[in-house]
């Protein structure tokens, strides 16, 4: 099994739903102080728990990129902790191979890229094409032109 994990850079819109709850309870608390302080409190303590701890979950997030067996596979995991599945295909469907430099992709376009290095690989499963936007090492590349058919085009290596 060959893997490539791509770490995502931190952004800094990531954040803002945690600045906008954040804000929101400073102003509850600040409206509701005549209220009832213990409401006003119950209020504020919610936004402010959901603005620093739940939102940013998504901040740390990587996308793995995996060859195992025959088969290509791309799974994104958040905070180190869940690991989700987003494409799987096997690599005898694989048609082209190539750097991506923003032409138009064939079929449904899937972007799990970050950084500069995005490659585009296009599988062909039962008439249906989808085209993969990913940022592999030059070791996965590698490993992934060893394993595809001699008919892919390679316009990389």
Known sequence: MKSCIIKRKFKMKSLLPSFA???IGLIALLLLLGISAIFAFAVCAACIITGAVIAPSAI???YEYNLEGD???VAL???KASRKELFACDIAHLVVCEKYTGQPLFGVKLDYSEGENVCSVVFNE???QASVLFSPDEAFLHELFML???K???NII
């Open 71 to 73: 088969t290509f596979s």
């Open 77 to 79: 995991i958040k905070n």
């Open 152 to 154: 892919v085009k390679r």
């Open 21 to 23: 709850l954040f804000g």
């Open 148 to 150: 595809a058919p001699s």
């Open 126 to 128: 039962e008439g249906k």
């Open 60 to 62: 740390f997030t990587e």
